[in-house]
């Protein structure tokens, strides 16, 4: 009886190239699937040593091997397919939300033709004072509005797009920070929202999509109302 090595079994196994070298591609995908995993145990079984047989604990050890390879197998085509479904599902539904005036958690503004998107905060409770910085994209201050003392609840950021010498800003990304304190000198709690049309959908490099509102990209999640336009005129 012949016998082989494991080093022999796996280059018999493994894929040859017809030409005179292994390709790159090859090379980088030489390497053993559950098929070819089960194929060199059980080659090996038939050439082993009846002189020195495998020993059990061996070969269970190797039994081992193929039942977690062939699990991790499973549990990625798993994944994949629900991975992809999910993605299906988003888009889906984030086809279903255009036209559909949304608020989104962000505390992004963006302004498109001149026009910003519009911006919304929440107040915990009543404040003494208030102030909403808007930043460029470089996060300098542009401007600075006085908002004065406002009662708990939302309240729009009622900027018009120009900066602090009156000129009209760029199009682009902008970002504000409410500064709310209360009559006893302390920083309040805020919640920034941004509200719009939302008029397309694009998708990040994972393949989720993201819904666009005035320039801006808006994540799904964020969403924390929808209006239809339509529904709204018929009611009225």
């Given at each position: ?13 493994l ?32 050439h ?7 020993e ?18 499973n ?8 991975t992809?479904?999910?993605q ?9 939300l ?10 992004v ?5 001149g ?16 102030l ?8 300098l201050?542009i401007r ?33 920070q ?12 805020t919640?920034?929202l ?15 999509p993201?819904?666009?509102m005035?320039g ?8 924390v ?8 005129d018929?009611?009225?």
């Amino acid at each position: 009886m012949t016998v082989i090595s494991q080093n022999q079994i796996i280059q018999n196994l493994l894929p040859q190239s017809n030409a005179a070298g292994l390709t790159s591609q090859q090379q980088e995908t030489k390497e053993l699937d559950k098929e070819a995993f089960l194929k060199l145990l059980v080659t090996q079984l038939k050439h082993q040593d009846p002189l020195n047989p495998l020993e059990s604990i061996e070969f269970t050890a190797q039994l081992a091997q193929f039942t977690s390879l062939e699990q991790l197998f499973n549990l990625n085509e798993g994944v994949e397919t629900m991975t992809s479904t999910i993605q299906s599902q988003n888009a889906f539904q984030a086809v279903d939300l255009v036209g559909k005036e949304v608020k989104a958690q962000s505390q992004v503004l963006g302004v498109k033709g001149g026009q910003p998107t519009q911006g919304v905060f929440s107040l915990d409770e009543s404040a003494a004072s208030v102030l909403v910085n808007i930043y460029g994209e470089n996060w300098l201050k542009i401007r600075t509005l006085d908002l004065g003392p406002l009662s708990s609840g939302p309240h729009n950021i009622d900027w018009d797009g120009r900066d602090a010498a009156g000129s009209t800003v760029s199009d682009g990304k902008y970002y504000f920070q409410v500064l709310a304190v209360s009559a006893y000198d302390e920083f309040l709690k805020t919640t920034g929202l941004v509200e719009g049309k939302i008029t397309g959908i694009t998708f990040d490099r994972s393949g989720q999509p993201l819904l666009v509102m005035n320039g801006l990209e808006i994540n799904i999640a964020d969403i924390v109302e929808i209006n239809d336009p339509q529904v709204e005129d018929q009611d009225n």
